[in-house]
């Protein structure tokens, strides 16, 4: 087997067999003779489904953050709980204060747990804004440079800066991961905040690598405008992708106008569902 991502969390489950579905995101990686995760969910099932799947979390090598939201990170004491000391790539913004505004409301949305309280239960942080090479093949992104005028992060999102007023969040920290493979790249995406058409075109760019077999995870298309998906579902056929596996933040209803386009070539990336590369 040259390449296994099953999916832990999630916002839904595809087998009825105890797995729980929460509102986040975690993949297991099996990557030739390397095991490691991608990201930690918010802590509802992040033991639970990788037990019931089979997916051994002390085997793992590192751990990968795509960016600084307690849907991708709450899970993160209790996967140190069971494997620690644990290395974790990431961008140096994860521990900012992130704040959700709408209408009247407004929710903390940033990373629970502090930077001294993790590494003392044993993390090991990696942090760095650039693109590099993890392992032999797997690529972090770094910060990826916005391009396209309709990929926006949405409005609501905020972040608390020094001097402890609300401004705009670019989410710097999105960061995604390529996989060289030989089918092409498999590319998998935390919430692509960052735009998928700008993570396709960040990884062409610095890998030099043109073709793309899948692309899996968070899209945000659950927040686009009409010409956002139009325009994401013509990539997918300008780099002739052969897969698309849409989760978590893209929602019921663009998941669905992705289905009807794009047929065969997509699929519901739930809890429980896999990709495999022999």
Known sequence: MELKITILCENSVILPF???????????????????????????GLLNNS?????????????????????HTLGFADLLSIKSPLTIYAHPDIFKGRMWIKNDKKKFIGLPYTRDYLEGLGAQFSLSKDFFEILNGVYSSGEIIRKTPFERIDAGMKIINENNNLIDDEILDDYSL?????????????????GIINIINHFIEKTN???????????????????????????????????????????????????????????FASVGATLEID
């Open 178 to 194: 390529a996989i060289d493979t030989s089918k092409g790249l498999v590319i998998i995406l935390g919430c692509a905040h960052a």
């Open 51 to 71: 037990r019931i799947l089979g997916k051994n979390l002390q085997d793992i090598e590192f751990l990968f953050l795509s960016h600084g939201h307690y849907d």
């Open 18 to 44: 105890g797995l729980i579905g929460e509102h986040g995101f975690a993949a297991y990686v099996e990557y030739s003779d390397k095991n490691f995760l991608f990201d930690t969910g918010q802590g509802k």
């Open 209 to 267: 690598k043109h073709e793309i077999y899948a692309v899996l995870g968070g899209t945000h298309l659950g927040f686009a405008t009409d010409e956002q998906i139009n325009k994401t579902i013509e990539a997918v056929d300008k780099y002739n992708i052969k897969k698309l596996g849409a989760s978590h933040c893209t929602g019921l209803e663009v998941a669905a106008k992705l289905y009807n386009k794009l047929k065969d070539r997509f699929f």
